[in-house]
Antibody, heavy 119, light 107 residues
C-alpha cells in the first residue's frame, strides 16, 4: 500500500523558514516523480512544486519561485520542501503527492501538514 | 497558464439524484484532465484520469467525459458518501492547475 507521510509543519513568523518532509513507502520511490500541493484554509488546491525521478527536472509555481526549494533523497525514500521568506499567504495545508508513472496527475496523496505563517 | 473553471461552485442534491459538474479549460488540453474528490479534513482522492478513465477502486456510478476545453463529471445515483468537494485538474502542461472546486451538498 502506498503511504506518504508529511511532517515539519507548524507556526512560523513572516519572513521565517520551515522545512517540510515526506516519507514514502509501499512503492519504488525512485521511479516516480513527486509534487507538493497546498490548500489554504477554506480554499481550493494549488500545485506548488514538482521534481522528477532523478531530480533532473524541477518546477515551481510562480507564487513560490525563488523562495521554495524542492529536493528528494531516493536512498531514503524522502521528499523535502525548504520554504524561505514565508508570507501570510503561504498559510496552508501542504500535501505530498505522487505523480502517475506517465503524467502529472496526482495518484496518491499524504494526509497533509499545516503551515501557519503569522506574527 | 491554463485556467480551469468549474460550475456550479455549489450544488445541492439528494441521495439517488443524478448530478453533473462541468469544468472548462481556457485553452485546449486534449483529454489531459483529472477529477478529484475531497472530503472535509482529508486529502484529495483521484477519481478520473485522461478525462474519462475510472481510477481503480472508484465506483462505477462515477463517469466523466469531454475533450478539448469542456469536460463533465457525472454521478449517476448519489450516495451519502458522495457529498464532498470535487476538483478538476489539467495535466496538459506546466503549471498544472486546478479548478476552484465544486461543493456537493445534501439538499
Amino acid at each position: 500500500e502506498v503511504q506518504l507521510v508529511e511532517s515539519g509543519g507548524g507556526l512560523v513568523q513572516p519572513g521565517g523558514s520551515l522545512r517540510l518532509s515526506c516519507a514514502a513507502s509501499g512503492f519504488t520511490f525512485s521511479t516516480y516523480s513527486m509534487n507538493w500541493v497546498r490548500q489554504a484554509p477554506g480554499k481550493g488546491l494549488e500545485w506548488v512544486s514538482y521534481i522528477s525521478r532523478g531530480s533532473d527536472s524541477i518546477y515551481y509555481a510562480d507564487s513560490v519561485k525563488g523562495r521554495f526549494t524542492i529536493s528528494r533523497d531516493n536512498s531514503k525514500n524522502s521528499l523535502s520542501l525548504q520554504m524561505n521568506s514565508l508570507r501570510d499567504e503561504d498559510t496552508a495545508v501542504y500535501y505530498c503527492a505522487r505523480s502517475a508513472y506517465d503524467s502529472n496527475r496526482f495518484e496518491s496523496w499524504g494526509q497533509g501538514t499545516l503551515v501557519t505563517v503569522s506574527s | 497558464d491554463i485556467q480551469m473553471t468549474q460550475s456550479p461552485s455549489t450544488l445541492s442534491a439528494s441521495v439517488g439524484d443524478r448530478v453533473t459538474i462541468t469544468c472548462r479549460a481556457s485553452q485546449s488540453i486534449s483529454t489531459w484532465l483529472a477529477w478529484y474528490q475531497q472530503k472535509p479534513g482529508k486529502a484529495p482522492k483521484l477519481l478520473i484520469y485522461k478525462a474519462s478513465s475510472l481510477q481503480s477502486g472508484v465506483p462505477s456510478r462515477f463517469s466523466a467525459s469531454g475533450s478539448g476545453t469542456e469536460f463533465t463529471l457525472t454521478i449517476s445515483s448519489l450516495q451519502p458518501d458522495d457529498f464532498a468537494a470535487y476538483y478538476c485538474q489539467q495535466y496538459h502542461s506546466y503549471p498544472w492547475t486546478f479548478g476552484q472546486g465544486a461543493m456537493l451538498e445534501i439538499k
